[in-house]
Antibody
Framework: QVQLQESGPGLVKPSQTLSLTCTVSGDSINSGGYYWSWIRQQPGKGLEWIGYIYKRGTTYYNPSLQSRVTISLDTSKNYFSLNLNTVTAADTAVYYC?????????????????WGQGTLVTVSS | NFMLTQPHSVSESPGKTVTISCTRS????????VQWYQQRPGSSPTTVIYENHQRPSGVPDRFSGSIDSSSNSASLTISGLQTGDEADYYC?????????FGGGTRLIVL
């Protein structure tokens, strides 16, 4: 059974870069049929998709965050990462990583089948 | 792009049936699959319905999903409500490679 675990600083200063890593166990991020995604949830709010990456490095981002987001992966260490630059207090949230299933014959992944436990990142000076 | 609109909250008594709606603002609800996630306080979301009406292994058949093209909406129905069903429920769909979540519905089991 796949497990995902987020890690990274819990406190980031305004205007700096938020960096998180999602370590995957029980599956290879190099395997086909899945995308690897980041989602966030601001305090008391709903879920917001940030973006995802496929094993070949192809990325797709939420248009509202695209100018500040980079998702990358390291297949040798089986993890993928999130960088969000120029953060403000509005970026304070619980950040989740998740696996997204590609249901053939579709070419777009559809459902988020496995989630990490989430990590709270606070943006404050 | 499009939005998915859900009621802010719904409430019902144990043993009853409740339906949560999810209305797509633009484009056909049938153009992409709809998923439903349950999120209990302090926990990560878990899938209760995927591909409009499919249940992951372990999800009881009290949970069912459907779509209605006439109202351009999807629905999650939970029958035989239990106090343990009290949670936030989110619908999710996509338009090409743009994934969208609904705003969430708090289910209160009185």
């Amino acid at each position: 059974q796949v497990q995902l675990q987020e890690s990274g600083p819990g406190l980031v200063k305004p205007s700096q870069t938020l960096s998180l890593t999602c370590t995957v166990s029980g599956d290879s991020i190099n395997s086909g049929g899945y995308y690897w995604s980041w989602i966030r949830q601001q305090p008391g709010k709903g879920l917001e998709w940030i973006g995802y990456i496929y094993k070949r490095g192809t990325t797709y981002y939420n248009p509202s965050l695209q100018s500040r987001v980079t998702i990358s992966l390291d297949t040798s260490k089986n993890y993928f990462s999130l960088n969000l630059n120029t953060v403000t207090a509005a970026d304070t949230a619980v950040y989740y990583c998740a696996r997204v299933v590609l249901v053939e014959p579709a070419i777009v992944p559809s459902w988020f089948d496995s989630w990490g436990q989430g990590t709270l990142v606070t943006v404050s000076s | 792009n499009f939005m998915l609109t859900q009621p802010h909250s719904v409430s019902e008594s144990p043993g009853k049936t409740v339906t949560i709606s999810c209305t797509r603002s633009r484009g056909s609800i049938a153009s992409s699959s709809v998923q439903w996630y349950q999120q209990r306080p302090g926990s990560s979301p878990t899938t209760v319905i995927y591909e409009n009406h499919q249940r992951p292994s372990g999800v009881p058949d009290r949970f069912s999903g459907s779509i209605d093209s006439s109202s351009n909406s999807a629905s999650l129905t939970i029958s035989g409500l239990q106090t343990g069903d009290e949670a936030d429920y989110y619908c999710q769909s996509h338009d090409s490679n743009d994934q969208v979540f609904g705003g969430g519905t708090r289910l209160i089991v009185l």
